[in-house]
Nanobody, 121 residues
Framework: EVQLVESGGGLVQAGGSLRLSCAASGFTFDHYGIGWFRQAPGKEREGVACISSSDGSPYYGDSVKGRFTISIDNVIHTAYLQMDSLKPEDTAAYYC??????????????WGQGTQVTVSS
């Protein structure tokens, strides 16, 4: 079975940085998109970043462009999200997602357990 194990969340002051990791296992498909959605109380779920396992093409939500960087290690099937210049509005539960047979993370097939990111002002 597919498993997405994510880590790296925590508490950080505004302007600080965090690095999230998402390790994917148990899948058999050749190509996929992997990345993160986030959801804060009272807000809609928002796509944060996604990367294609086939060519490394990244996607970023408008609110994080220029501040977050997504990467992938195809050997261990692990994605990383480097989050810099964090803002209080980045506070949310971050969920790793995987989309089978797609270079995008739209309509994810699998979800991780989530990790909390809290940015204090």
């Amino acid at each position: 079975e597919v498993q997405l194990v994510e880590s790296g969340g925590g508490l950080v002051q505004a302007g600080g940085s965090l690095r999230l990791s998402c390790a994917a296992s148990g899948f058999t498909f050749d190509h996929y998109g992997i990345g993160w959605f986030r959801q804060a109380p009272g807000k809609e779920r928002e796509g944060v970043a996604c990367i294609s396992s086939s060519d490394g093409s990244p996607y970023y939500g408008d609110s994080v462009k220029g501040r977050f960087t997504i990467s992938i290690d195809n050997v261990i099937h692990t994605a990383y999200l480097q989050m810099d210049s964090l803002k209080p509005e980045d506070t949310a539960a971050y969920y790793c997602v995987q989309r089978a047979y797609s270079p995008t993370c739209l309509n994810p097939d699998y979800w991780g357990q989530g990790t909390q990111v809290t940015v204090s002002s």
